[in-house]
């Protein structure tokens, strides 16, 4: 698949080189794609130690209790599945960990440190990046500039450092565009980098979607629900995706309706169940639990999550 636009060299020329690589050439070259792609930062804490910690969150609605008391940790470099029946909180934990909604009690610790009040954008400039199970693009951008706006979060440079042209904005800008086209590269969908998000595919938004959260470097990248309406061949793909996102040095949260793909690609799973969590384990660990069980008995296990 190669949409060559003469509006876009750099990216149509890319496209181009790669698709006549041999397969020496391409394994170097998909080499030094991750390695442009890999978070940029000094590691904080070893491998394995908790990065983030949820310590007794309660979060409630009115007289709904949709978290309540729930604790547990993401360890560096792994991939954390979180899965409970529709209602259970799933999201609910991703928005009181992203800023959207501040806990009712209980705290949510970043390498140790209490997110607090913090902000949504300060949470995303801490090291949390999220997805979400609504497709949230800028439709008339182009996937690149998507990315782009998704680095942004992270630059030092502000809206008027941008307005007066500063010389370390257009460097960043720069360096900001490179590593987006590195990144719809790495997430397989770099031959429509130069088409507007709205024109893209279904599948082809969900990748960018994962793109534009991984421009801003996180420590932690959340996805939710990532292979909603994908068929099974599109969530093998995914799948590979996670997997490759993880050794490039990422950790992942992982909301997922498909219990296979949670099964197949997650390192450990922590179950939820009307707001509370009901296990945590290991997938073969969980698949024999009987609390989970119980949970999921009577839903098919394709809608089961
Ligand atoms: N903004 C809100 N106001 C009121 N109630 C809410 C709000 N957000 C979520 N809830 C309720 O909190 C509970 C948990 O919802 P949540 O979306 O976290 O579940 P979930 O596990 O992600 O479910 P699903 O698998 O269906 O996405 C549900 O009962 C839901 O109706």
Known sequence: MTHRRDDVPVEGGLVAEVAQMTEAELAQHEA?????VAPDREIQVEVGE????????????GGLTALDSVSFGIRRGEILGLIGPNGAGKTTCFNAMTGVYRPSGGQVLLEDRPLGKASRHKITRLGIARTFQNIRLFGEMTALENVVVGADARNRTSVVGALLRLPRHHREERTAVERAMALLEFVGIADRAADKAKNLPYGYQRRLEIARALATEPKLLCLDEPAAGFNPAEKEELMELIRKIRSDGYTVLLIEH???????????????????????????EIREN????????????????
């Open 50 to 61: 908790t990065l983030l910690e949820l310590r007794d969150v309660t979060l409630r609605f």
């Open 290 to 305: 009987p609390a989970v069980i119980a949970a999921y008995l009577g839903v098919p296990e394709d809608d089961a999550a």
């Open 258 to 284: 498909d219990m296979r793909l949670v099964m197949g690609v997650t390192d450990r799973i922590v179950v939820l169940e009307f707001g509370k969590k009901i296990a945590e384990g290991l997938p073969a």
């Open 32 to 36: 030094e794609v991750a390695e442009a």
